[in-house]
């Protein structure tokens, strides 16, 4: 395992089984809110941290209670995802409300943009269609959404 990065995040899942995923700027993948974890930081306060960085949102305290422990899974070839699960009620989340802190250089100019730039709850009959490759194998072959449905709070 040595050598490999992991990256944190969360599979947050609405009332309807929809997965909430976040526009890579610039790119044409969607993908769930992750990231690397800070030196002495452990995986959920990672994960955690980074969805609120990369979408605003912050947990209740009565949600972060039933945060579920995913995990960590193989990614790509030099990543590991360890994943945390949470389902969040209707009017809970306002996707028009989302907005990122995480800013990046662009490649061409250095121009500093932010890493995610959109928003969408996407049904798993439909995560392949928006998903990275890596992220879409994942919850076809490991992870399995509607599974995870049936099993969260």
């Given at each position: 395992?040595?050598?490999?990065?992991?990256?944190?995040?969360?599979?947050?899942?609405?009332?309807?089984?929809?997965?909430?995923?976040?526009?890579?700027?610039?790119?044409?993948?969607?993908?769930v809110?992750?990231?690397?974890?800070?030196?002495?930081?452990?995986?959920?306060?990672?994960?955690?941290?980074?969805?609120?960085?990369?979408?605003?949102?912050?947990?209740?305290?009565?949600?972060?209670?039933?945060?579920?422990?995913l995990?960590?899974?193989v990614?790509?070839?030099?990543?590991?995802?360890?994943?945390?699960?949470?389902?969040?009620?209707?009017?809970?989340?306002?996707?028009?409300?989302?907005?990122?802190?995480?800013?990046?250089?662009?490649?061409?100019?250095?121009?500093?943009?932010?890493?995610?730039?959109?928003?969408?709850?996407?049904?798993?009959?439909?995560?392949?269609?928006?998903?990275?490759?890596?992220?879409?194998?994942?919850?076809?072959?490991?992870?399995?959404?509607?599974?995870?449905?049936?099993?969260?709070d």
């Amino acid at each position: 395992m040595t050598g490999r990065t992991v990256s944190c995040g969360v599979v947050m899942l609405n009332a309807q089984g929809d997965v909430l995923l976040c526009h890579a700027t610039e790119t044409t993948h969607w993908d769930v809110p992750k990231g690397q974890a800070d030196p002495g930081e452990n995986p959920r306060d990672a994960a955690l941290r980074e969805l609120v960085e990369e979408t605003g949102i912050v947990l209740s305290p009565e949600r972060l209670e039933h945060l579920k422990d995913l995990g960590r899974f193989v990614y790509r070839r030099d990543k590991d995802l360890h994943l945390f699960a949470v389902r969040v009620t209707d009017g809970e989340v306002d996707l028009a409300k989302c907005v990122c802190e995480s800013y990046f250089p662009r490649y061409s100019d250095g121009t500093m943009i932010p890493e995610m730039d959109a928003y969408r709850w996407v049904s798993p009959a439909d995560v392949d269609r928006f998903a990275s490759r890596s992220l879409a194998r994942l919850f076809q072959t490991t992870l399995s959404l509607a599974e995870l449905n049936e099993t969260l709070d």
